[in-house]
């Protein structure tokens, strides 16, 4: 079965910077892009940014391009997330996700890592 396990998350003030992991178990990593979602306290769920398999191109939502990037270790069947100047509004539930036929909102992901942006 499909496993994904993120870590990193915590509480960083405005302008900090996090780095998330996501550890892939369960099917082959290296065959598929990887997505990073979030949800904030009250909203839906939101892509953040994506990677294709090999890890040759990547894709950020607006409100993140220039301050996060996305990469992957195939070796370690691992996806990350640095995020750097933040901002209170990136405050959320940060999940790993697997698509399921090219849909990430609907696919698989893991429990999640709190991101909290406070001063």
């Known amino acids: 079965d499909v496993e994904l396990v993120e870590s990193g998350g915590g509480v960083v003030q405005p302008g900090g910077s996090l780095r998330l992991s996501c550890k892939a178990y369960g099917f082959t990593f290296t065959n598929y892009a990887m997505a990073w979602l979030r949800q904030a306290p009250g909203k839906g769920l939101e892509w953040v940014a994506d990677?294709?398999?090999?890890?040759?191109?990547?894709d950020y939502a607006d409100s993140v391009k220039g301050r996060f990037t996305i990469s992957r270790d195939d070796a370690k069947y691992t996806l990350y997330l640095q995020l750097n100047n933040l901002k209170t509004e990136d405050t959320a539930m940060y999940y790993c996700?697997?698509?399921?036929?090219?849909?990430?909102?609907?696919?698989?992901r893991g429990q999640g890592t709190q991101v909290t942006v406070s001063s």
């Open positions: 990677i294709t398999k090999g890890g040759d191109d990547t």
């Open positions: 996700a697997k698509s399921i036929g090219g849909d990430f909102i609907n696919g698989h």
